[in-house]
């Protein structure tokens, strides 16, 4: 069960919007690792899988790439890299960092094939249709302020609801070093839509 959401928001637009999810997080969580154990022969698995995470795999793969198209490539790459998976352990191993986890590094590799000359964001959604081209073009320029790993961290933790540990783990640091740049990050993100800080 989803609840309502927290806004962080800049005058009369969105930001950010953070969702609490209610669910048990262990019972989903298993649930996550038989799904990909699973996937690579049943297609209804990989299915439950997509819908799941794709907008959460799209999010952080534009974060990275800055691409709309880029990022819709990686969703799909990093799906089909499911299908292909084998040393996977469900009862160890953490199925929603695991996705996330394949999702950067596709990113991370797809950017390097196709770098740009320019870092510019332009109008894109980061996973919720119901956004307007105000609020996208709006999140796309406060997001131009933060560095790269800034603005990963903050895609995963709000928009995919990742935790700092799950985080850290898929970007190889130490947790302190994730919430230290993640709370920089909301700083810098708050400074610039005109928010006073707490």
């Given at each position: 069960?989803?609840?309502?959401?927290?806004?962080?928001?800049?005058?009369?637009?969105?930001?950010?919007?953070?969702?609490?999810?209610?669910?048990?997080?262990?019972?989903?969580?298993?649930?996550?690792?038989?799904?990909?154990?699973?996937?690579?022969?049943?297609?209804?698995?990989?299915?439950?899988?997509?819908?799941?995470?794709?907008?959460?795999?799209?999010?952080?793969?534009?974060?990275?790439?800055?691409?709309?198209?880029?990022?819709?490539?990686?969703?799909?790459?990093?799906?089909v890299r499911l299908t292909q998976v084998k040393g996977f352990d469900p009862s160890k191993g953490d199925g929603k960092g695991y996705i996330h986890t394949i999702?950067?590094?596709?990113?991370?590799?797809?950017?390097?094939?196709?770098?740009?000359?320019?870092?510019?964001?332009?109008?894109?959604?980061?996973?919720?249709?119901?956004?307007?081209?105000?609020?996208?073009?709006?999140?796309?320029?406060?997001?131009?302020?933060?560095?790269?790993?800034?603005?990963?961290?903050?895609?995963?933790?709000?928009?995919?609801?990742?935790?700092?540990?799950?985080?850290?783990?898929?970007?190889?640091?130490?947790?302190?070093?994730?919430?230290?740049?993640?709370?920089?990050?909301?700083?810098?993100?708050?400074?610039?839509?005109?928010?006073?800080?707490?």
């Amino acid at each position: 069960m989803i609840a309502e959401p927290n806004i962080l928001s800049g005058g009369e637009r969105v930001i950010i919007k953070l969702y609490e999810n209610t669910a048990s997080s262990a019972d989903n969580e298993v649930n996550i690792n038989d799904l990909i154990v699973q996937c690579s022969s049943s297609k209804k698995c990989l299915s439950i899988l997509y819908e799941m995470f794709r907008k959460s795999v799209f999010s952080l793969a534009f974060s990275i790439t800055s691409d709309y198209h880029l990022s819709e490539d990686c969703v799909i790459e990093t799906f089909v890299r499911l299908t292909q998976v084998k040393g996977f352990d469900p009862s160890k191993g953490d199925g929603k960092g695991y996705i996330h986890t394949i999702a950067r590094n596709v990113a991370l590799e797809m950017r390097r094939r196709h770098r740009r000359d320019q870092e510019d964001y332009y109008i894109q959604s980061y996973g919720d249709a119901d956004k307007t081209a105000e609020d996208s073009v709006f999140i796309s320029q406060l997001l131009m302020y933060l560095n790269d790993k800034q603005r990963q961290i903050v895609v995963m933790k709000c928009c995919s609801e990742l935790t700092f540990k799950e985080i850290a783990k898929i970007m190889k640091c130490p947790e302190s070093t994730v919430k230290s740049r993640y709370k920089k990050a909301l700083s810098i993100l708050k400074e610039k839509a005109g928010v006073e800080n707490e």
